[in-house]
């Protein structure tokens, strides 16, 4: 195994950009195969207590209530102005207990809206560490160590055993491509590791780098924070916070007007709803490669294609050249075969279609490349 060059700090963490010299054997690790990432640098949460449920149910602009034992959600919270501070992964492995994943700390936020609830709030971050099996065969390759996912639906839960110690297993992940994530307490990492790797040498298991998870997470259209969007909480002004509605997820509010839930930040949303306020919205784009392609041959280089990753803004144009949005994240799909990226863009802009330019910089000189809007995700062949 070749050794990164570069780590990255991660909440304290080293991660390793990628474990290949060539980031595209990870990336069709994750799409033909299967792939493990290093997940433990998220902080994790345990919420319990005879109020868990109504607590998260005031925290999460998600119903939390939906979500029975044994199952997960993919949820947001948000402030008072229906600004969005983060998001992450909570699952519900008891009546009421709750563990929750986060990029970001969150203990103080949480305390604050504490209240009256009763509940306990644990920092649980170092106790356990988490793998994410990804990939067309991690079913397979976990498989031989439990029966307990063969039959795990989408976002399920379920407790079991892999090499002797009590796990917590979750179908999901960041990629796109079929995946569990393994919650292991901090003593058994070693162990679970060294086992997933045994069984799935059949199938070429591979560690996956952060490189090669963007790649995946952007073709998903997967949203990154502190690249696609910026915790509300950080922010000096509103044009840098964004609502669940510019950011896509107004698909976690579809029920509101049969929600008697008095979560934060709902009046706030609701209005925004209502009074039709949206700056925007974030969408996916298609670059054209052939202009793409002559932007660069006119300066006498290759146009980039494999593994070029570009997690920045890029600024967004109509014909006339007035100033539109911004692309975050911008790649070429090694799959398919497509310059794509994930924008912001003003909501008469947003129609699938719409004709927008991409500014980029070759050879430090700013040109425009045509890009039209499409569906996210690029890239959903199990529809997970």
């Known amino acids: 195994m070749n050794q990164p060059e570069i780590w990255h700090h991660w909440s304290g963490y080293l991660a390793a950009p990628r474990y290949q010299y060539s980031v595209l054997a990870e990336y069709y690790a994750v799409r033909d195969g299967v792939a493990v990432f290093d997940t433990s640098p998220l902080f994790k949460y345990r919420i319990s207590g005879a109020d868990a449920e109504a607590f998260l149910a005031k925290l999460f602009a998600r119903d939390i209530r939906t979500c029975a034992v044994g199952q997960s959600q993919y949820t947001i919270w948000c402030n008072e102005k229906g600004f969005v501070l983060e998001d992450g992964v909570v699952m519900r492995v008891a009546e009421n207990e709750y563990l929750l994943t986060a990029a970001r700390p969150n203990l103080r936020h949480f305390r604050l809206h504490q209240g009256d609830f009763d509940v306990s709030i644990e920092d649980v971050s170092k106790a356990y560490g988490i793998l994410a099996v990804q990939g067309s065969k991690s079913g397979l390759t976990l498989g031989k160590l439990t029966d307990a996912v063969s039959d795990l639906p989408y976002f399920g839960v379920t407790n079991t055993s892999l090499a002797g110690a009590d796990v917590i297993v979750g179908r999901m992940g960041f990629t796109g491509s079929q995946g569990y994530e393994i919650w292991i307490k901090a003593e058994d990492a070693l162990p679970v590791f060294d086992a997933i ?4 040498d059949d199938y070429n298991i591979v560690p996956l780098g952060e490189d090669a998870l963007m790649l995946l997470r952007i073709e998903a259209g997967l949203l990154l924070i502190d690249v696609d969007f910026d915790s509300a909480r950080h922010a000096w002004v509103d044009a840098q916070r964004e609502t669940p509605l510019e950011l896509g997820w107004k698909w976690m509010l579809r029920n509101l007007d049969q929600d008697d839930r008095d979560f934060v930040g709902r009046s706030a949303i609701e209005a925004e709803i209502a009074n039709k306020t949206s700056r925007w919205k974030t969408v996916g784009l298609q670059i054209d490669y052939y202009d793409f392609e002559r932007v660069h041959r006119e300066l006498g280089i290759m146009p980039p294609k494999d593994s070029m990753l570009a997690q920045e803004t890029h600024s967004l144009y109509d014909a006339d050249r007035n100033y539109l949005g911004y692309a975050t994240s911008v790649m070429y799909s090694p799959l398919l075969k497509k310059h794509i990226a994930i924008a912001k863009l003003p909501l008469d802009k947003c129609k699938r279609g ?20 499409v569906k996210m995700p690029f890239y959903n062949k199990t529809n997970e």
């Open 197 to 200: 790797f045994a069984v799935g």
């Open 354 to 373: 719409t004709e927008v330019y991409l500014e980029i910089v070759p050879i430090h000189k700013p040109a425009l490349v045509k890009a039209n809007v």
